[in-house]
């Protein structure tokens, strides 16, 4: 399907909506074949471009084709390149391009976060799963806590976190100054 789309891309007048959604189909080739050497020179050729919203699904497949190959910190890189942008941007004013934006953090900010907990750091991946949901809460017109701002719980109280993970889902337990972590059974 994949090769098929770049076909039909290759008919059209060039423009940025058609480099994106060929450059989707593009990494989608690489990534069912497994070839992170040609995800990853699709992406050297797109960073000429200047434009991260096409850089971004080739991320997205670098991140999830070396969290399959067992290369959790390269997956982190990669997943961090468009979770790192897309927490700058503001909510974009058409509906649909707010979902699209939601989407691809989604994905990336789950992929980063899969990585950190496969380097067996679970305090990063709880900070990586908040920053998650500050920039959605931020890109989708919401209000978000202060940067920052420490929950207060006091030694009666704890706050869980939940993060449906295409490996399962994870969860931490943040209770006083303690951060437990487990996967769901």
Known sequence: ?????????????????VAAYAATAQS??????????GLLALRQSLLGAG???????????????????KRPEQAREHAGH????????????PEADRYVYRKMLERASGLETRALLE???TAGAYRA?????????????????????PLALDGDTAAIT?????SGIAIWIQHGQGLDFCWAS
Request: proline share 5%.
């Open 1 to 17: 399907e994949y090769a098929a789309a770049m076909r039909l891309y290759g008919q059209l007048a060039t423009g940025p909506n």
């Open 28 to 37: 989608g080739v690489f990534e069912s074949h497994q070839d992170y050497a």
């Open 51 to 69: 434009n991260p919203f096409l850089e971004a699904p080739v991320d997205i497949a670098l991140a999830r084709v070396a969290l399959r190959q």
């Open 82 to 93: 468009v979770t790192a942008w897309l927490g700058r941007q503001n909510a974009p004013s």
């Open 119 to 121: 380097l067996n750091d």
């Open 129 to 149: 799963w908040q920053e998650y949901l500050r920039s959605e809460a931020r890109l989708m017109g919401g209000r978000v806590r202060a940067e920052g701002a």
């Open 162 to 166: 939940l993060a449906d993970l295409e």
